[in-house]
């Protein structure tokens, strides 16, 4: 089945942008790994029209309104997305197909502030492991998405240590890859990376590829090359799409206000964006 939308996040904006489309008689659905930045939110007093109430309070009752409408809902983490003709989103278990796409994944980086400012990181297993094929590389990271991104990195480079930095591995990996569970105490390099410290024991490097936590709105971006400002926030233009076309995005993983308000907003007018493009291309 090819969905005409597949909208990435159950935040203010995903759902926002979800019940939006379905009102404009469209069938968009709804993958996200959890309930994002509203889960951390103890108490919103600058919402219009709710005087006092807690992010997950919040969280539910957005979803709720988005399941009475029918609105399927997926509780996975997107991987990875492709396009030939039509996207896929790779996720932890599954794929889905679609003719468009809205990232509406918060603001999580996941980046690896240990090595900032330094060259040879890497937030792209298949846009940058090429340059790497006959080196010596750290992957840093402990879940699904390290596990995805080694599974790419596997095929092209024999020389890969994993560092968890301190955290449990938490999925199975090819047993004569070396798996360093100690917290990372430096990395070291002048204007490059040359090598990581950690548990006492420099290790020597010619890159880093960073998968740490979960795959992010910043990591799905990288992956597919859309372009990013110099805040790594996702760049659309008026019409919420990003240099990909059918490729849209909203909501605080553009960057601005990191807002509620501004996530709503920008999920109801990237729906209606969405729902030109789409009976414009007839889909
Ligand atoms: C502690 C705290 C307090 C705050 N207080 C306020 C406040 O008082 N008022 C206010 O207006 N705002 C507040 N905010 C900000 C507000 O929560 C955000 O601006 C808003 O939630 C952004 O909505 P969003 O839909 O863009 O992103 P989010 O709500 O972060 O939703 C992102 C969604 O994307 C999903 N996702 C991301 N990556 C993937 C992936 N790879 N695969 C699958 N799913 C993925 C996540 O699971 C989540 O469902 C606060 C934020 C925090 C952290």
Do not use: W
């Amino acid at each position: 089945m090819i969905y005409d939308t597949i909208i990435v996040g159950k935040g203010p904006a995903g759902i926002t942008a979800a019940i939006y489309l379905k009102r404009y008689g469209h069938h968009p659905l709804v993958i996200a790994k959890d309930g994002g930045a509203l889960q951390r939110v103890k108490e919103i007093e600058n919402y219009y029209g709710i005087p006092s109430i807690t992010g997950p309070e919040l969280l539910e009752q957005g979803i709720h309104q988005a399941k009475a409408l029918d609105i399927p809902m997926i509780e996975e983490e997107v991987l990875d997305i492709s396009y030939e003709g039509v996207y896929t989103l790779h996720t932890n278990k599954n794929q889905y197909q679609a003719q468009t796409i809205i990232l509406a994944c918060g603001t999580s980086r996941n980046l690896f502030y240990k090595a900032r400012g330094l060259d040879g990181i890497s937030y792209c297993a298949t846009c940058d492991g090429f340059f790497y094929r006959k080196k010596k590389v750290a992957l840093i990271g402990n879940g699904s998405y390290m596990a995805h991104e080694l599974s790419v990195l596997h095929h092209i480079i024999k020389d890969i240590m994993v560092f968890t930095d301190g955290l449990p591995l938490e999925v199975e990996i090819p047993e004569h890859i070396p798996v360093i569970l100690d917290k990372i105490d430096h990395v070291h390099g002048e204007t490059r990376i040359t090598s990581i410290e950690a548990g006492g024991i420099q290790h020597e490097v010619d890159g880093c590829f960073v998968a740490i936590g979960n795959a992010s709105g910043f990591t799905l971006a990288k992956h597919l090359g859309i372009a990013l400002d110099n805040k790594n926030c996702i760049i659309v233009d008026e019409n919420f799409m990003t240099n990909l076309e059918g490729l849209f995005s909203c909501g605080d993983s553009i960057g601005g206000l990191l807002q509620i308000s501004k996530a709503v907003g920008e999920g109801a007018k990237c729906a209606t964006a969405v729902s030109n493009y789409l009976k414009k291309h007839n889909f």
